[in-house]
C-alpha cells in the first residue's frame, strides 16, 4: 500500500484509509464484534494504517471495537477519532436525524479524551477531529484545548469536519490542522470552490468521507433497493427513489468507465480522488471482506490525464439530484 502525507503535518498514512462508522452503527443491522474484529484486522493485513471512528458511533462502541481490533497494532497504525457532541443521558443520537445537542467547550473536550483513550486502549490519540463545528464555542478555544492535549502527551493531531474556509483558518492560527474530514466525492463536488484552495494554502491535508456517496457510486443502489431499518440513508434526500433514479446516470457513466478500465465503479470513483491532490486520503467505508479488497485494490488503479479527462465528459452533464443531509444534519455543516 502507498502512503501519503496528510498536508505538511508530518501525518503518513496509507493512501486509502478505513471508515469504521458503518461497522455498527449508521447502516442498519451492526456486525458481530468478531466479524468487525476480523475486518479491520484484514485491512491492517493489506496495508491499511489510517482508521477512522467517533465517540458518537454507537454511541461508544464502534471506538471499542476499533480499539479491541487495532490493540495488537500500537505504534503501527494511526486511529483518528472525534468529540462535539453532547451524549448525556437523553441526548442518545438516534442515526443522522435525532442528533444530540453540540457540545465543544474545552473542559467537555478534555473529558472526552480521557474516555477515547481508554475505549481506543492507546496512550495518545494520533488525530482528534472537532465532530461538527460548534457555535456556541470560539473555534479559537477548541483550538487551545486540542493544543493544551498535543502538549500534555495525550493528542499528536487536530482536526475538523466539515468546517468552512474561514473557521479553518481561525482554527489554524491558534494550533496548525492537520486534517480537514468532510464529504467529496464524484457527487458532492461543492468542496472544490473554496475548501481545497484553502486548505492547499495552509498546508492540510483532506480525508474525504462518504467517497464511494455513501455506497451509491458502486453500482450496488439503484431505484428498487430496500434500506435496513435504522438505515440512516433512508432518511437523506438523495436516496429518495425519485432521486435514485435521475442519480444512477452517474453510477452508469462510472461502469462504462470501469468496464474499459478493467475496473469497477468503486475502483474509478477512489482512484479519481486519489488523483486529485497527492494529500487527499480517503476513507471508504464497508463490512465485507470483498469490497474492503475491492476498495483498496484503487491505491494502484493509475488514471492517465485522458482517463480524467473522459470522467469529467462523462459526468459534466448530469445533475445530482436530491440534498446530501436531511434538514436536521444539514443544518450542522459550517460555511
Not at 143 to 171: M, W, Y
Request: glycine letters at 10%.
Amino acid at each position: 500500500m502507498q502512503t501519503r502525507k496528510l498536508g505538511k503535518s508530518g501525518l503518513e498514512v496509507s493512501a486509502i484509509g478505513l471508515g469504521c462508522m458503518g461497522l455498527n452503527f449508521g447502516y442498519g443491522k451492526a456486525v458481530t464484534t468478531a466479524d468487525g474484529v476480523a475486518l479491520i484486522r484484514r485491512a491492517v493485513e493489506l496495508g491499511v494504517t489510517f482508521f477512522d471512528t467517533a465517540e458518537v458511533y454507537g454511541p461508544y462502541i464502534n471506538e471499542e471495537l476499533v480499539g479491541e481490533a487495532l490493540s495488537p497494532f500500537k505504534g503501527k497504525v494511526a486511529i483518528a477519532t472525534k468529540f462535539g457532541f453532547d451524549l448525556s443521558p437523553g441526548k442518545d443520537p438516534r442515526g443522522m436525524t435525532g442528533l444530540p445537542a453540540l457540545n465543544s467547550r474545552p473542559n467537555h473536550i478534555k473529558e472526552v479524551v480521557e474516555a477515547s483513550l481508554k475505549r481506543l486502549q492507546v496512550e495518545v490519540i494520533d488525530l482528534l477531529y472537532q465532530h461538527r463545528v460548534d457555535p456556541a464555542v470560539p473555534i479559537e478555544d477548541v483550538a487551545g484545548a486540542v493544543k493544551d492535549l498535543i502538549a500534555a502527551g495525550k493528542v499528536k493531531h487536530f482536526g475538523l469536519s466539515e468546517a468552512g474556509a474561514r473557521t479553518l483558518r481561525r482554527a489554524h492560527a491558534v494550533q496548525p490542522v492537520t486534517a480537514l474530514q468532510s464529504e467529496y466525492s464524484l457527487w458532492w463536488r461543492e468542496p472544490e470552490d473554496e475548501i481545497m484552495p484553502t486548505l492547499e494554502e495552509l498546508g492540510i491535508g483532506f480525508v474525504p468521507f462518504s467517497p464511494l456517496g455513501k455506497g451509491f457510486l458502486t453500482g450496488a443502489i439503484n431505484q428498487d433497493t430496500k434500506l435496513e431499518s435504522g438505515d440512516f440513508r433512508s432518511t437523506v434526500p438523495r436516496f429518495a427513489p425519485e432521486a435514485r433514479i435521475a442519480n444512477l446516470a452517474l453510477v452508469d457513466a462510472l461502469q462504462n468507465i470501469a468496464g474499459r478500465k478493467g475496473a469497477t465503479p468503486a475502483q474509478i470513483a477512489l482512484a479519481w480522488l486519489l488523483a486529485q491532490k497527492p494529500w487527499i486520503v480517503p476513507i471508504p467505508g464497508t463490512t465485507r471482506l470483498n469490497r474492503l479488497e475491492e476498495n483498496l485494490g484503487a491505491a494502484t488503479l493509475p488514471l492517465s490525464p485522458d482517463d480524467l479527462a473522459e470522467i469529467e465528459t462523462h459526468i459534466a452533464g448530469i445533475a445530482v439530484q436530491g440534498a446530501r443531509y436531511p434538514d436536521a444534519a444539514q443544518r450542522l455543516i459550517d460555511r
